[in-house]
């Protein structure tokens, strides 16, 4: 089994930056497509971004230029480098290691609050 633990959400001033973390326990970690999805307040969840295992990366369209995914199988840790955060990306987010059919695990969420 693999567990997700989200960290370094936040409160941040509009324009500011925050990096989450995703770090996993297990040792599938390295085969796993990880995302990193939102939900806010009466809103649907949402992705936002995830890396495959090949390092291939996606990107929802309201953040692309500005949040980055990346990986660190040695760490088995994967981070999001958000940048000019806007209010309207205010979310919990969580985040979630998939594998085909096979594996669909979720962490707890961590929140993010752009506010000034």
């Known amino acids: 089994q693999v567990q997700l633990v989200e960290s370094g959400g936040g409160l941040v001033q509009p324009g500011g930056s925050l990096k989450l973390s995703c770090a996993a326990s297990?040792?599938?970690?390295?085969?796993?497509?990880v995302g990193w999805y939102r939900q806010a307040p009466g809103k649907e969840r949402e992705l936002v971004a995830n890396?495959?295992?090949?390092?291939?990366?996606n990107y929802a369209d309201s953040v692309k230029g500005r949040f980055t995914i990346s990986r660190d199988n040695a760490k088995n840790t994967v981070y999001l480098q958000m940048n000019s955060l806007k209010p309207e990306d205010t979310a919990v987010y969580y985040c979630?290691?998939?594998?085909?059919?096979?594996?669909?695990?979720w962490g707890q969420g961590t929140q993010v609050t752009v506010s000034s």
């Open positions: 979630r290691g998939m594998y085909y059919s096979a594996y669909d695990s």
């Open positions: 890396i495959a295992n090949s390092g291939t990366k």
């Open positions: 297990g040792s599938i970690f390295s085969v796993l497509t």
